[in-house]
């Protein structure tokens, strides 16, 4: 069934005409109006259901649908709550959700061979940042004499990996492997969590074609737990620490079992987090409803960016249909700040991004990435080059459908036409990372021989 949605068009003329008694026409008026022409798309499939894990970067979703922006496309959008990671990706690939918030990771593995295989694709990327590195109290305590403080005596940001040095070694001597969470192999969390170890020259643990555990030659053991997991986890002491989302590291803090000790805004600034997928079957089938629902996914990434909004949005963010987590643990993060040991609160004003810095634009420098990552820690197992990256890249991160849902926007007046990239797809060469390595997305091999732990091809 195709349905064409037209919200509103610029001008119409109403006559009014009143016949009296005598058959006597009062004036005909014409009235205008000012609102924006929304352009016309046939919509080929407008009941959607769309997945998404208790997390505040899917907040896109939610926005979306609470404040009307899926059904001013003429999309009737059910957004349901999933139980993992993995579910989530069955059910993309096998069709039983349209489409999902995603790990960034996710359908980057699936198209270059680690783990289930498909062909998934993203033009939309849902944040910047939001992640956190929690370590239980205990740990805390052994890695507080070496962070350095301020004139005031507190912990000076960022803390490296380099002050956890000792309690790994406390724990080895007292013959206890150093455990610690992330949320699934392919996830942001895995690698940032890698990053911050080794950068301090700690070795997280190489994978194998036969050994997919992540573990081998590992200083310390890290583990899949999901999110919501993550807190009781830590209080059970199964594990240590974990690198997680919010509201799991703010609810550490609450419930005072553990410390967040850096947020991934320090690993790496303004990095990308989670992303919208869909099929690549999808998109070829139904490729205005694709359009549509980007269009409605950048307003809600312009909506929660906008000032004065993010109180709403935890409000929204709370019910139970969504995070469902207690409204103060969400504002820690969501309102510009971040709660470390109780009671040091700071403020963070980019702790959450979901469209400054042009968050939404799917960058293939950032699917590149990833993929370095895949092949410094072993999933991908073999030297690939420079231009198997880039084409891999292409293949799933797709700024060209972003680009038509953000023209479309700015045609209805909906954003501004400067808030379209004007890009290759590439972001410029950073080191915005927190042992000050060059990331260039265009020199993948380069990139991964800088590095002293993992592999170099």
Known sequence: MKITFLKASTLFAAAIMLASCGGKKKE???????????TSLEIEKPQLTFGFIKLTDMAPLAIAKEKGFFEDEGLFVSVEAQSN????????????????????????AAGAGFGRQAELVTAFSMDLNGNGITVSNKVWEGMKP?????????????ISADALKPVITQYKNEGKPFKMGMVFPVSTHNYEIRYWLAAAGIKP???????????????????????????????????????VGEPWNQQAVAKGIGVPVTTNYDIWKNNPEKV????????EKYPNTTVAVTKALIRAGQWLDAPGNRTEAVKILSMPQY???????????MTGTFEFEK??????????????????????????????QMRRWGQIPETKSAEWYAETAAKIYRPDIWKKAADILVTEGKIPATDIPATDGYKPATTDFIDGNKYDGKDPIG????????NKD
């Open 85 to 108: 990671w993995k579910n989530i990706l069955d059910r993309v690939i096998d069709g039983q959700l349209d489409g999902s918030h995603m790990l960034a990771g996710q359908p980057i």
């Open 343 to 372: 009671g040091d609160k700071r403020e963070m004003p980019d702790f959450n991004v979901f469209y400054r810095y042009n968050a939404t634009y799917p960058f293939y420098s950032d699917a590149v990435w990833f993929l370095t």
């Open 146 to 158: 070496h962070v350095k403080k301020d004139e005031n005596g507190k912990p000076i940001h960022p």
């Open 447 to 454: 990139y991964i021989n800088s590095f002293k732990i993992g």
């Open 28 to 38: 005909t008026k014409t009235v205008e109006t000012t609102t924006p022409a929304v």
């Open 276 to 283: 919208f997928v869909m099929t690549k079957e999808f998109t």
């Open 205 to 243: 643990g190489m994978y194998s074609a036969d050994n997919i555990q992540g573990q081998i030659d590992a200083e310390v053991l890290l583990s899949v737990t999901p999110p919501p997991q993550m807190p009781a986890t830590l209080e059970a002491g199964t594990i240590y620490g974990y690198c």
């Open 323 to 333: 995070v469902g987590a207690d409204e103060t643990v969400l504002a820690n993060s």
